[in-house]
């Protein structure tokens, strides 16, 4: 049985492997691998930490990970358009990002996007040309997660009977274990933090002015007054998806609008718009304004 399977099985396996073999297939194959190392190449020397092609399929089937039949092919909007490797798309800037819209625009299937571009993808993934910078990481809550010696006083400033600097635990809450997870990612070396909003802790991500006036012993640090520290003294990047708040708005470098699957750019109007709200109410502006 070893004789034939060595001097006849096998050799006719190969024998049927190599005629069969889809030559042009490898080489268009080899290309797209070339293309997209060009591109991760361009992110490194940039000012940039993501980009996405023109006519990428984002929104995936239901239940699988095929691109979606009849989806809206993904389009920069022309001020942010750039052409790498030949290949006209969408370049995101290091800073910080949101990205705003309303329920089912978009916003959530870009940032799954943005988070699946640290891999590289074959052709028919329609995603074959999202690439992001490939240490980049998605941030939400745990809750219930456990955390061993983790310095969490840059978010937390007390916790009865603990250490914020030096903080373990079983069972962490929604807002320990999202500040966990940031520390945990900027210690192994993240440089592009990616956040939604349906996936984090709320008093962890925001504080109202209202509710900092009521509520005087609170021990949070909101994310909000962290994110442009984190950029501009550690170089650490975030992309948002902000659906429900205006406080980070001002903490934005760029603000995009998604609606039915389309991005724009809305930074100056969004900006406009949150100073007016402070003329009329008398809020304070959000820390990095």
């Keep these: 049985k070893a004789v034939q399977m060595l001097t006849h099985d096998l050799p006719e396996a190969v024998n049927c492997f190599l005629n069969e073999f889809d030559q042009n297939g490898l080489q268009q194959a080899l290309a797209l691998y070339r293309k997209q190392q060009e591109i991760r190449a361009w992110l490194k020397a940039s000012d940039y930490c993501a980009f996405v092609a023109n006519g990428s399929i984002l929104p995936r089937e239901k239940g699988g990970d095929a691109p979606m039949q009849g989806a809206v092919p993904f389009l920069a909007p022309p001020e942010d358009t750039v052409e790498v490797a030949g290949v006209r798309g969408m370049a995101f800037r290091k800073g910080v990002t949101v990205i705003t819209g309303g329920g089912y625009s978009g916003k959530s299937t870009l940032l799954d996007a943005l988070c699946a571009g640290i891999y590289d993808h074959v052709a028919g993934d329609g995603r074959e040309l999202v690439i992001t910078d490939d240490s980049a990481m998605k941030i939400s809550a745990e809750d219930g997660r456990s955390v061993r010696h983790v310095n969490l ?3 937390i400033k007390w916790i009865p009977g603990g250490n914020p600097a030096d903080f373990s635990t079983e069972h962490a ?3 320990t ?3 966990a997870n940031i520390i945990e990612a900027i210690g192994w070396g993240v440089r592009l933090l990616m956040i939604d909003e349906d996936k984090s802790a709320t008093n962890f991500m925001i504080q109202d002015a209202v509710m900092k006036t009521l509520i005087e012993k609170e021990p ?6 962290r994110v442009r520290e984190l950029y501009e003294l550690h170089g650490v990047s975030t992309v948002l998806v902000i659906g429900g708040s205006s406080e980070y708005l001002q903490a934005a470098d760029r603000i995009y609008m998604m ?3 389309l991005i724009g750019q809305v930074t100056e109007q969004a900006k406009a718009l949150q100073a007016g709200q402070w003329r009329a109410g008398g ?5 990095g304004s």
């Design 153 to 155: 006083s840059p978010f």
């Design 173 to 175: 809450s929604g807002s």
């Design 177 to 179: 274990s999202q500040a």
């Design 220 to 225: 949070i640090t909101p994310f909000v007054e």
């Design 259 to 261: 609606q039915d699957y």
């Design 283 to 287: 809020d304070s502006p959000a820390p």
